[in-house]
């Protein structure tokens, strides 16, 4: 089978293996995990933050972050297809009693000028206090579209104009930087927070970091820990993010390619219809046009391919290090045959 499900579907290669069987480990709770330690500072500076935390998943970053920066009755401003309020299973309302204010962004991006009227006035006691907006890069549902960096600066800008924070899920920042050349500490450098995933394009098999200032990761270890998220030797999984930071990040590069053969190659079909604008890193949504997705999804598995399920309407499908270009021709004629 050919699995585009998604990136997160990739598994550790040899060379990972062999880092994670000799990872030095130690109890992390205790924080004399030597392997969890070096990712986090490797991570931290990397991102150009004062200090990074490992967690087992994107939804607890994005989710611890989104507690440490609010209280409850607070409100964050998001996509209306965010990660955080379509597939975190309703978390921030369950865990840190905020809600989800979603604004309809173009490809996953919304403006200031749309945001900025949203924002809830002090004085007004009685409504929802605005703490945080969210922005996420790429953009997930949307098909790992890219935030224009100008756009983020000037979001940046709008949250401190009236003293909010502002939170990156950069579950995939990596897809966004090796696309534009613009490093991943630049991005960060904006935001208050970020979420990035190892266990996506950068092929661990588990894990995220979340970063920002020392007091901020002093807060958000206290929210891990009370969530169940306190390992022990964690090592052997810290040393697959340490390896993935180290050597999966240029690589993305080819998944970008390989994601923009396959969508010429849809665009050309009268079958499917794509929005080529918004086939810019390793993410494709396109519809059917003469099936149901339904039809393609079991049709496509039967060939030997697994896609999956976008927005609704639409089909998925994810490039990633274990398909090979090689792969990517075999899916056409797949494709094809549909
Ligand atoms: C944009 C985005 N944020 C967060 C996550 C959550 O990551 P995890 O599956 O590790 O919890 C995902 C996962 O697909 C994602 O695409």
Redesign the pocket.
Known sequence: MIDLR?D?VTKPTKEMLKAMYDAEVGDDVYKEDPTANELESYAAELLNKEAALFV???????QICLNVLTQPMDEVICEKD???FQ??SGSPAALSGIQLLQVEGKRGVFTPGQIEPLIRPTSAYYMPRTKVIEV?N????AGGTINPIENIEALCNLAKKYNLFFHL?G??IWNASVATGIPPSKYASYFDSI?C?L??GLGAPI??IIAGSKDFIKEAYRIRKAWGGGMRQVGVIAAAGLFALKNNIERLKEDHEKAKTLAEFLNQSDSFDIDMDSVQTNILIFKPIKNSVEEILAKAKELGLFLSVGSIGTLRAVTHMDVSFEDIEKVKLILGEL
Not at 56 to 62: D, E, L
Not at 138 to 141: K, S, V
Request: glycine share 10%; proline share 4%.
């Open positions: 998604s997160t087992p998943s994107g939804v607890m970053g994005n965010a990660h955080i597939y975190e996420e790429t953009h997930n549902r899920d579950a995939r979420s995933c266990s996506k894990g995220s």
